[in-house]
């Protein structure tokens, strides 16, 4: 069974704060990872992606990957609260993409 | 920016009934996807599609499930015998290129089954 582990929180983060999210994987001949960003009720929304090992920056997000420990995390610099929602860490399985359950984040003003 | 569109975004079916979700996939874009995420769950992967034929489906994915692509724009998910536990945010998705690109989700199809 291939599992993307992710803690459900709440992480809670003050305002302009750093937030870290992390995601663990089972299988390790995963070659992309992906980021995505699910409020209440609505559908994921493409946060980031990143395929190699290291660091890759998009604006106020990092994303990190390490293939060797199977970890992958997400970095959200100075933190809004309209960045309240659950980050969905996803695992591409063939065709599939196989998601954790996601990590509630809190930002709080 | 473009963006996939599905249709209903809301469906309440009595159970034993058929029900078909659609899609309007990105257009250009070569894969397509069905996932669901039941209530409090995470997303579950269904089934894809590529070339007018499945490349892959999960266990979820039974005989009672079945998309098609009937035209060159449509995408859609029919099941057959609704049961109540087919109650789901249905998420269509769709896909440039194989494998490492990114999927990019519809706003999701609610169904409830009563």
């Known amino acids: 069974q291939k599992e993307v582990e992710q803690n459900s929180g709440p992480l809670s983060v003050p305002e302009g704060a750093i937030a870290s999210l992390n995601c663990t994987y089972s299988d390790r001949g995963s070659q992309s990872f992906f980021w995505y960003r699910q409020y209440s009720g609505k559908s994921p929304e493409l946060i980031m992606f990143?395929?190699?090992?290291g660091d890759k920056e998009d604006g106020r997000f990092t994303a990190q990957l390490n293939k060797a420990s199977q970890y992958v995390s997400l970095l959200i610099r100075d933190s809004q609260p309209s960045d309240s929602a659950t980050y969905l860490c996803a695992v591409n399985s063939g065709y599939a993409l196989n998601f954790g359950k996601g990590t509630s984040l809190l930002v709080t003003p | 920016e473009p963006e996939v569109t599905q249709t209903p975004s809301h469906q309440v079916t009595q159970m034993g009934q058929e029900v078909i979700l659609r899609c309007v996939p990105i257009?250009?874009?070569?894969?397509f996807y069905w996932y669901r995420q039941i209530l409090g769950q995470k997303v579950e992967f269904l089934v894809s599609f590529y070339n007018n034929e499945i490349s892959e489906k999960s266990e979820i994915f039974d005989d009672q499930f079945s998309v098609e692509r009937p035209d060159g724009s449509n995408f859609t998910l029919k099941i057959r015998s609704t049961k109540l536990e087919d109650s789901a945010m249905y998420f269509c998705?769709?896909?440039?290129?194989?494998?490492?690109?990114?999927?990019?989700f519809g706003d999701g199809t609610r169904l409830s089954i009563l």
């Open positions: 990143i395929y190699s090992n």
């Open positions: 998705a769709s896909q440039g290129g194989q494998g490492d690109q990114p999927q990019h």
């Open positions: 257009s250009n874009h070569l894969y």
